[in-house]
């Protein structure tokens, strides 16, 4: 687990260092640099022999400090080095002013690299902007669209006459916000408002930005570097900032391992409910997932004229044909159910909405995902005002700003100044007001609880999942998280847990990957965890 800090987080953790005398700001600027000249040698370690060509686009603030100090590193390389500045030199903040000066050689105005028609470098170093981005950046439309052109359509060429760049961010890729992953949009809508890059190379820890929105596709590849920071652990720090959030990752396997003096019903029995005939295949993915996470039983409740259709299709799994509200009370008289999943292929009707507040009126431990949410449409505060601590939301974008308009708005809504409101921010607020664990997925999923808990658990970098985005896809997560509460996880650890498991098994299947491979794949991923 790794603890993502704000930028805010981030200059209080830089705070602290300088003013305990432990370490100046140009001392840490000097790490910085150095940090990311190691990091562009061990990704290309073509470049540490011989002599390359450089060019380095510094910007107003320190970001552009760390960048004159990589422009002197590699000319004492051997380097031939071209620095470009945007923004007046006088007013740079000390310590990059202090590095300005060290290195002492030309510094020209971006425009003059920016209207050139070549590359000319055999490395690109963005230094532009950093965690102090505040706003837009619409003269660097242009700029950035080229870079995103030459990451997407031309491999790294190290000697190549016009230039064919390795690109670094140092920090964040200019025009990301560090905290959301979000750019500013601004006005030339046709151009793009964030640099792009092969390696981002940022500092002590990585920042939500980099695993959030459009973070991950900015960055390239994330490297973080130690420049001898320490993130105070005492409280009083802590309770006078905001809330971190952590990266999830890996599962610790002591949560899953089961004990050998349990019978079935020691490892908990799951109730997936199903929507009408034709539509069960939702719930059956669900149950198998549930089943093959280790729930000692897994039963499917369906309305009479469903239990057929699911008959020929389950074994392992049982069947149970229920009316309405009335059967399902009536079944859940059997405390031996631990946890239940509603949504999957139950249809909007209001039978959906009848049977939610009967399995929440029940207390046991609930998955509501898919049509369970949206039924609540234009209800959301009647189901928040049922759920408990024991309940788990897995909305996608969609069924999010269904529950949570407000917030989806503000999270959709171009945002003018920085930091711009992020997915953390969203889940986070979405589980206070619901009062259970919030699951707002995507390639990068935040979980939230609602006594302020976060993480995100990302399927990105050497963890994408690309093939996970297909059809059935979320129900086999609910059955999953379903599955662990039935086993007796807690909500928040059941659907960070959970959320992990299933990209696992999406990255251990691989290409050609569809919904029914996920829970067939979970035992690979268990042997893999050493269970
Ligand atoms: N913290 C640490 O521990 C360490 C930090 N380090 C490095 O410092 C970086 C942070 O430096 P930073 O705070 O100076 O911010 P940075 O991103 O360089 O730019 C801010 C400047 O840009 C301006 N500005 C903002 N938006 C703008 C816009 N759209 N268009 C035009 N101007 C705009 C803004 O001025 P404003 O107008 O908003 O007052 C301000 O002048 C960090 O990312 C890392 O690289 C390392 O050296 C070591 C340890
Ligand atoms: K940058």
Redesign the pocket.
Known sequence: MTELLTSEL??A??LVAIQSGQVT?LE??E??GQGVVDAVLEEWPDLGQGEHRAVVLC????????GFVVARLLKERGWQVEVFLY?NPDKL?P??KTNFERWGAAVRPLDAYALGESWGCDLLVD?L?????????QPLGELFWNMEDMVDCHPVEVGHPRGRPAIVA???PSGIC?DSGRS?PHAEEHRRFAASAHLTVT??TAKPGHYLDEGPSACGKLVVKD?G?VTPKDNDWRAQRQETCTLFGPVDPSLLRKDVKHHKYGHGHALIMSGPPGKGGAARLAARAALRVGAGLVTVGCPMRAVSEHAVHLNAIMVQGLDGTHGLAELLEDSRFSALCLGPGMGLGPSTGELVKTALASGRGIVLDADALSRFQRTPQALFDLLHESCVLTPHGGEFARLFPDLSERLTTAPDI?PAYSKVDATREAAARAGCVVVFKGADTVIAAPDGRCSISAAVYERAAPWLATAGSGDVLAGIICGLMARGLPAMNAAETGTWLHVEAARAFGPGLIAEDLPETLPRVFRDLGL
Do not use: C, K
């Not at 910007?59 to 760390?66: A, C, F, I, T, V």
């Not at 902007?129 to 950046?137: D, E, K, M, Y």
């Open positions: 981030m200059r953790v830089e700001g840490l600027m790490r910085a910007g107003p603030g320190n970001n552009g400090g760390d923004g903040p310590d990059a230094a902007f950093g965690i102090g981005l505040t706003r837009g950046l140092i920090d964040v560090a500013f500092f002590h420049i920071l920085g």
